[in-house]
């Protein structure tokens, strides 16, 4: 099982933009999250693009587990493979949460190729820590992402069967949530029809609450 980690981990990986473009912000990351982190107390990390980084009030939310929010804007499931090391493996995690794909699926990236990058994630993780749950958030629908919403359906029934078939990985569904039947809920997003706002999040921690005890 560990060489077929690292065979995952080590095959080639093309980045499809610069991972070099966010390293400002993760180093700036690095240094607020060392600040907080009590290293004798279980830590669960909630990683991944805008929708993690501007959920704000995480802590407060879970206020009985040491979290560290690693998410860093407009960033894709490449990009978190890039940065694992400083945004995931450094806090030694018991559990790591996990939103990518809505960006890359935005930007047309098939949902195979964002299942690779995944699970390069999950192979570096559980070589330095074998034990570590990762839960896989679903994308997200949103308003102006709206018309793809058949290529979100495919990635998150892909995350699901991969919850499924792993014991050490679990999948939230927050897309059936956010939606009326089969409406999406307006209401749940600021005024760029991308980002949550506070009634948007308040759904997405009922969903996650059940997966972070």
């Known amino acids: 099982m560990t060489l077929l980690l690292l065979l995952i981990w080590t095959s080639p990986v093309c ?72 945004l995931i493996l450094r806090y030694q995690p018991r559990k790591v949460f996990i939103y990518e794909g809505d960006n890359d699926l935005s930007e047309g990236k098939r949902p195979g190729k964002i299942l690779k990058h995944i699970n390069a994630i999950l192979a570096r993780i559980w070589l330095n820590y074998p034990g570590t ?24 029934r892909r995350f699901k069967r991969m919850a499924k078939k792993q014991p050490n990985i679990g999948y939230v569904d927050v897309w059936t949530p956010m939606l009326s039947g089969k409406k999406l809920k307006k209401d749940l997003f600021i005024e760029d029809g991308l980002h949550m706002n506070q009634k948007g999040y308040e759904l997405w921690k009922q969903a996650i609450d059940p997966y972070v005890k």
């Open 15 to 86: 980045w499809s933009q610069d991972p070099d473009r966010f390293r400002e912000e993760v180093e700036q990351l690095v240094q607020v999250n060392d600040s907080l982190w009590d290293q004798n107390q279980e830590t669960i990390i909630f990683t991944g693009s805008s929708s993690i980084r501007t959920w704000e009030n995480l802590q407060s939310e879970f206020p009985s587990y040491q979290i560290i929010n690693s998410g860093f804007g407009g960033s894709h499931a490449s990009d978190l493979l890039f940065y694992a090391a400083e």
């Open 133 to 156: 749950e990762v839960v896989l958030i679903s994308a997200k629908p949103s308003i102006v992402r709206w018309n793809r919403r058949r290529a979100f359906k495919r990635l998150n």
